[in-house]
């Protein structure tokens, strides 16, 4: 299933006028691709993904998740289908201290209502899966900065979501931590199957994604010189 948005304007109110800040913006995602979307600061990016993740609603246009339109859904509506099809990886893991890695990913599956054994299996297979094994019972003090943004990753996919939204997990890591993030969310979107969205200002690990699109005041363009075998489809 993909991530599709469709004719999307959302504006701001701005003194007696109103700011722009997706202008018509169509893009597709479909199931197991990544695509980068770049940009400059107040460009529409972090827009763009409150919109992908339904915490805004438009002024206008469609937003599909995995085949669900969101147009007219309610509030619970709306969070339930998040918790259930969307993983996000904010900026910055924001872990809580008190808990270990493996725990920070079960309290997610509480709120889902999954039985604990079950939470932990999966906790351990995810962590597994971003290289993270033998480190569930760390504390976030003890892991390093590629290490927690690692357990992000694995907490945003605890309730298997259809759609990944991404934004900028690199910004607090150096050059090389970086690189392995990128390429760890490569390998995971296409293991995976979901329609993961990446924001981020760091244009020098974009190789291996499928996508690359740029956002300029508020609309959405291919990227100039992105000359990638990409998927995801703009309009």
């Known amino acids: 299933m993909s991530l599709e948005l469709t004719d999307v304007t959302l504006t701001y109110p701005d003194g007696d006028a109103r700011l722009t800040a997706l202008d018509r913006v169509s893009l597709t995602v479909p199931a197991g691709s990544l ?16 919109v992908a993740a339904t915490l805004i609603t438009p002024d206008s246009g469609r937003v599909v998740l995995a085949g669900r339109d969101t147009t007219g859904l309610g509030r619970a509506a709306l969070t339930t289908l998040r918790r259930t099809t969307v993983g996000t990886v904010f900026q910055q893991p924001n872990l809580l201290p008190s808990l270990t890695a493996a725990e920070q990913l079960q309290v997610m599956a509480h709120l889902d209502g999954r039985p604990p054994h079950a939470a932990r299996q999966r906790a351990r297979e995810l962590l597994a899966a971003v290289g993270l ?98 998927r995801a489809r703009t309009v």
């Open 35 to 50: 695509t980068a979307v770049i940009g400059p600061s107040g460009s529409g990016k972090s827009s763009l993904l409150a």
């Open 133 to 230: 094994e033998g480190e569930e019972g760390k504390r976030a003090h003890q892991l390093s900065g590629g290490q927690r943004q690692r357990v992000n990753i694995a907490r945003a996919l605890m309730n298997d979501p259809a759609v990944l939204l991404v934004d900028e997990p690199t910004s607090a890591l150096d050059h090389v931590r970086g690189a392995a993030v990128l390429e760890l969310l490569t390998t995971l979107t296409h293991r995976r199957g979901t329609a993961t969205v990446l924001v981020t200002h760091d244009r020098s690990h974009l190789t291996a994604v499928d996508a690359v699109v740029e956002v300029t005041d508020g609309r959405l363009t291919p990227a100039p010189g992105a000359d990638l075998p990409g």
